[in-house]
């Protein structure tokens, strides 16, 4: 399956989306449930010398050498130490319409929920700072705002 | 594999058939008294026809009959392969192609023309005379009464399907048939294997046929077969054979498995009471012997058709195993149990012939490449009028398949460039002093972790103040700009830069060398180009051999691991602890040989300061010669190239990644850029030095 073929169908009639809801420091992010691949817990990463500040690292998932992604570093958050609850989440996405694999680190994973498209926000032109076009909207998950990350963009 | 479309499994054969038939052809023109050539091309032309047959490729069938015919005269020897026959028979051969390809596009004029021509030089005396019957040396055929045949099987015929039976009776369609089986060839009980063939047949056909209605019965087992055909006047009929030998024959059949369908020829063939004419096997029979070991040849070197994605999807598993493998030594070497240290290594063993044997399988020689070429001077070397002779070397140098292929565009643009702008026309040549035949030389080579795929012409050279002006012209440079000779010729390379005045089917638009340059970067290769004024160009691809697995060098750098490819490394050395303190000069004395070194610590970006002892590790691409300074040399390692992901496709010093024995990632060290990074170091140092 492509990450494309299950992006769409994680979205059901009603305007609900099955999301992975991660924390990033002190925001909640949902990340769409059709591209999580794998929740895995912490591995020893390889630096890559000269890469873009946000993929630093490579780590090996099954076989596969993936890139490790910093949305923190992305988002102009601080980068903390690794605690008990960092995970690795897998997520496929498409650059230059080619399915990669990448693993994206998480302060925390809190769990699979629905989040309803009927509560989006629009997002605020100000009193943000991360670039508006890193996210596809804002919504309101059990009274608190989480962001609906555009993974695509983010990545490339 | 059952959904496999059988027109595309006939269309992939004919592929190869036609690489032989060209190659063949191309060859006669070398030497066109080799009988085996004309032999090779016929036989690839008769396999095209049958299975073309066979998968409804009727009009494939009929022209490649007819191009067959006209070619009989050649393979008896009763006319030479002329240089322009051969080139008749290249263009039939692609309009058979085109048949093939796409059939409802390609017009049948065409095809009528090239017979024609086909004829002319096949039988100057009678070019009226109509298709078939011009060249066939059957060509009185019809004025017969009728054909003496004397058939013989191949004694395997049974096991691959054919009946001969079955043959018999289309035969006898054809018109009254006769037909003696021939015993003579049958043994005793004991020595009779069940599933051969051992009858022969003396067929006496009376029908007004032509040979080639003869020949279509047998199409599909002409290989496995002799057949030998007489005009029915030409045979004087032996006296009637006594009764007691048709007897004999009759009674046979109570004995082997093969016989007993043998009376039904006779039940098939009307007019039984006709004369039997006596056995003429004996000559042929040598002859059948004579050609047996060879057919076990061309079995002993069979190939079978594997899918790349499958080659592919094995290669993956083996670098999986060998990752495996890599772990389970490494626990092995840990463990004090013998007997698990002893499985430990025999999984070695063999994880690592299996890692060669399939590499091996996906490793093809460039020759099949080169071959293709030929075909490619031929023509232009005759529609140039310029007589080129055409070289290659370092035809088994091997190479991934995948690289063989994406090799194919950029070396045709360069060999029309050498033909085109390379070689002067024959007057000019003789003007300098040279030989009137102009060269291109096409090779091959490995070197190091490269391969290096050279195409070298004598040409009269690059004019290298002619590429400067249109660089002027075209405004890449400022006139007058201070450029060496090296400098300027990578203008050629420049989008829709050419020198050529004016634009022609082959070449002037300025595209080529583009092309040539963006794919070899795109294989992470380079190009080299050297010229001699008045005494031709060389250009030189240099290619790594991005194989899936690689002998590494496993070393430390910091608290990193990294894989050097063991193919490029020449030696390890000590740095010295001048030469470690040392931040002014970056040169290494290796046995009097300057060669510069580079410190990963700087370039890997590794936080604190450097160990002690560190060591230095000698890498070379062919000529130039780095050293590479590192904390640790760990040891070799089995490596097995993951790519990188298009997310750190910025990243140019490493050419992959790998997986080690505990299950972490490490980097390759990509040595050809490395090798650059260092020059421009030295080049900057040197300038430095001098201002």
Request: with cysteine.
């Amino acid at each position: 399956m492509t990450a494309s073929q299950t992006q769409h169908a994680a979205i059901h009639d009603d305007g609900a989306i099955q999301v992975v809801m991660i924390g990033l420091g002190e925001e909640k992010f949902a990340l769409d449930a059709g591209l999580v691949r794998e929740i895995i817990d912490p591995i020893p990463a390889t630096k890559v010398a000269g890469a873009k500040a946000f993929v630093p690292s490579v780590i090996n998932v099954r076989g596969n050498v993936i890139p490790l992604a910093d949305l923190r570093i992305r988002f102009g958050m601080p980068v903390t130490e690794d605690s008990a609850d960092t995970r690795i989440v897998v997520i496929e996405i498409d650059i230059d319409n080619e399915p990669v694999l990448v693993g994206v680190t998480a302060d925390k994973v809190y769990e699979v929920t629905e989040i309803s498209r009927t509560n989006v926000q629009q997002t605020p032109r100000v009193g943000m700072h991360w670039k508006p076009e890193f996210i596809r909207f804002i919504t309101k998950w059990r009274e608190e705002f989480v962001i609906v990350p555009n993974m695509e963009r983010i990545l490339n | 594999m059952s959904t496999l479309d059988p027109t595309e499994v006939f269309r992939q054969e004919a592929a190869e058939l036609f690489e032989t038939l060209e190659g063949a052809l191309l060859d006669l023109c070398q030497r066109p008294d080799d009988r085996e050539l004309v032999d090779s091309a016929f036989r690839a032309l008769h396999t095209i026809k049958g299975s073309g047959a066979m998968f409804g490729f009727d009009k494939v069938a009929s022209f490649t009959h007819e191009f067959e015919t006209a070619f009989e005269k050649v393979r008896k020897g009763e006319i030479k392969p002329t240089q322009e026959l051969i080139s008749v028979a290249l263009a039939a051969k692609d309009y058979i192609r085109a048949l093939i390809e796409a059939p409802d596009s390609t017009d049948t004029i065409i095809g009528d023309a090239i017979l024609d021509d086909l004829k002319r030089f096949v039988a100057p005396s009678a070019p009226a005379a109509p298709k078939v019957e011009a060249a066939a040396p059957a060509a009185p055929a019809k004025a017969q009464a009728g054909w003496q045949l004397h058939l013989e099987f191949d004694s395997h015929i049974l096991c691959n399907g054919s009946n001969p039976l079955d043959l018999l009776e289309d035969l006898a369609k054809l018109g009254p048939c006769f037909v003696v089986p021939v015993t003579d060839d049958v043994p005793m009980l004991d020595e009779l294997e069940p599933d051969y063939c051992y009858l022969k047949w003396d067929v006496t056909l009376h029908a007004a046929c032509d040979k080639a209605a003869i020949d279509d019965v047998f199409m599909f087992v002409c290989d496995e077969m002799k057949l030998a055909l007489t005009p029915l006047s030409e045979v004087t009929l032996p006296a009637p054979v006594p009764m007691l030998e048709l007897a004999e024959v009759e009674v046979a059949p109570a004995e082997p498995v093969v016989l007993p369908p043998q009376p039904e020829p006779m039940a098939a063939a009307p007019g039984p009471a006709a004369p039997v004419p006596a056995p003429q096997a004996e000559p042929k029979r040598e002859e059948a012997r004579r050609e047996e070991p060879k057919r076990n040849e061309e079995r002993g070197i069979a190939t079978v058709r594997v899918q790349a994605e499958r080659l592919d999807e094995l290669m993956d598993r083996v670098g999986e195993l060998v990752i495996a493998q890599a772990r389970l030594s490494q626990l092995a070497s840990a463990s004090s149990d013998l007997s698990i240290k002893m499985i430990a290594e025999e999984i070695e063993r063999l994880a690592s012939s299996l890692r060669d044997t399939t590499m091996g399988a996906r490793m093809v020689p460039i020759g099949s490449l080169f071959a293709r070429f030929r075909r490619l001077i031929h023509d232009l070397s005759r529609d140039l009028k310029k007589p080129v002779e055409f070289v290659t070397s370092g035809e088994d140098t091997e190479l991934d398949k995948t690289m063989i292929e994406c090799l194919a565009d950029p070396l045709v643009h360069l060999i029309r460039n050498a033909i085109d702008h390379g070689i002067e026309d024959t007057a000019t040549r003789a003007a300098a002093g040279k030989t009137e035949q102009g060269r291109i030389e096409l090779y091959a080579v490995h070197s190091g972790a490269q391969v290096l795929v050279t195409v070298r012409d004598n040409g009269g050279g690059l004019n290298t103040a002619r590429i400067r002006a249109k660089a002027e012209e075209q405004g890449l440079i400022a006139p007058g700009a201070a450029l060496s000779d090296h400098e300027i010729h990578q203008f050629l390379f420049h989008p829709g830069f050419s020198t050529a005045q004016t634009v022609s089917a082959l070449s002037g638009r300025g595209v080529g060398m583009d092309v040539v340059k963006r794919t070899i970067e795109n294989m992470r290769g380079s190009i080299d180009l050297t010229t001699k004024p008045g005494q031709g160009t060389t250009v030189t691809l240099r290619l790594p051999l991005t194989l899936a697995i690689i002998e590494g060098l496993l070393i430390r750098v910091g608290t990193g691991r990294y894989i050097i490819p063991l193919s490029a490394v020449e030696e390890c050395v000590e740095l010295t602890a001048a030469d470690q303190r040392s931040r002014g000069r970056s040169f290494l004395n290796v046995r009097g040989g300057l060669v510069p070194f580079l410190r990963l610590h700087d370039i890997l970006q590794v936080p604190g300061a450097a160990e002690e002892h560190q060591k230095t590790i000698i890498i070379s691409t062919g000529e130039t010669c780095v050293g590479l300074v590192a904390d640790q040399i760990i040891g070799n390692h089995q490596t097995v190239i993951k790519s990188l992901s298009k997310l750190h496709s910025d990243v140019t010093i490493f050419s992959g990644a790998t997986i080690l024995g505990d299950g972490s990632a490490a980097l390759i060290l990509d040595v050809g850029q490395l090798v650059a990074l260092a020059q421009t170091h030295a080049e900057k140092q040197q300038m430095n030095e001098a201002a």
